[in-house]
């Protein structure tokens, strides 16, 4: 190859490299936008019974609407940066927008077992459909849901006075994550701790499932935040706060989304001080996944 070839092949294999990473990171932010939004119904019995016994012909005109909601949505959100130019720009991001929100609630459902090996095939269609429409409402308005505009630094040309309140900005940072963590985690927690959907997930997810269950907890929570970088992402970054490292604060935002789920399961008589450990370790990581998502809603807010 000659030395001509060699800055060419570099500057199209950066391009390409770019064009990959940002067409990953919006599938990211739209999908973290479909679990903000999708997550309430995620805990619904009575969508997973309804799903079960559609018939077929149902399900692809339940599709049909939701495909022309989507693409209505998208014409004035879209959880891409840039609007669609042509129709058949806006009806390739619409069929997008809903393989994202149907692909994160077949993940949650097989995460959750409610599809399985055992499970049908109309049945598993019927499930992803009728949980992927909030799912794919979600994706749709993700740059809504996820767009923050970084705060002015007000103490920038003032570095002593910066330095004279470094170790209180260090202090508020972090309690306000851990408020904010806490009260999105109350919000989610506060309306699905009461239903019965804990206790049927939590007896029958084994031990391997609830590892499964709290990884993806995890991961679901750092995309919502730190993975979907049209938030305030680097304002989070600059932030000061004890467990500012986007490791630690998911961690320990997880930790703490588990504590207010023990507390709204106590709260409304599903967890008594009588009954053993491990049945409140499996409450809580039931119910951990969707009150993590709440907090990292409420982080975003920070």
């Known amino acids: 190859m000659s030395n001509r070839q060699q800055p060419a092949r570099n500057t199209l294999n950066k391009k390409y490299g770019n064009g990959w990473q940002a067409e990953i990171q919006e599938i990211i932010s739209g999908a973290s936008g479909g679990f903000l939004f999708g997550i309430p119904l995620l805990y619904t019995m009575e969508v997973w019974f309804i799903g079960s016994y559609v018939e077929p012909a149902i399900l692809l005109c339940i599709l049909a609407i939701t495909f022309m909601i989507v693409l209505l949505i998208n014409q004035i959100e879209g959880f891409r940066p840039q609007p669609s130019a042509t129709i058949s720009e806006a009806i390739t991001e619409t069929i997008e927008t809903l393989a994202i ?10 995460i959750l077992q409610e599809i399985n090996l055992q499970t049908s095939l109309t049945e598993a269609l019927g499930k992803i459909v009728f949980e992927g429409i909030p799912f794919s409402v979600g994706v749709a308005f993700s740059r809504s849901l996820l767009t ?3 705060q002015a630094d007000l103490d920038h040309d003032n570095p002593n006075s910066q330095s004279g309140q470094q170790k209180s900005i260090v202090w508020k940072n972090t309690v306000a994550d851990l408020i904010a963590a806490v009260i999105g985690a109350l919000f989610v927690a506060f309306s699905i701790a009461p239903t019965d959907e804990v206790d049927m997930l939590a007896a029958s997810a084994s031990s391997g499932w609830l590892l499964i269950i709290m990884l993806a907890s995890l991961l679901i929570s750092y995309g919502i935040v730190f993975a979907s970088k049209i938030t305030n992402y ?15 604060e998911t961690i320990i935002s997880y930790l703490v989304s588990l504590l207010v789920g023990i507390l709204m399961l106590w709260f409304f008589h599903k967890l008594t001080f009588g009954d053993p450990w491990f049945m409140w370790l499996r409450y809580s990581i039931i119910l951990g996944l969707p009150a993590c998502i ?9």
């Open 101 to 110: 929100g149907l692909t994160c609630a077949a993940l949650v459902m097989i």
């Open 148 to 150: 923050g505009e970084p």
């Open 234 to 248: 680097q304002n989070r970054l600059q932030q000061s706060g004890i467990f500012q490292s986007p490791q630690s």
């Open 294 to 302: 709440g907090g990292a809603a409420g982080r975003l807010a920070v």
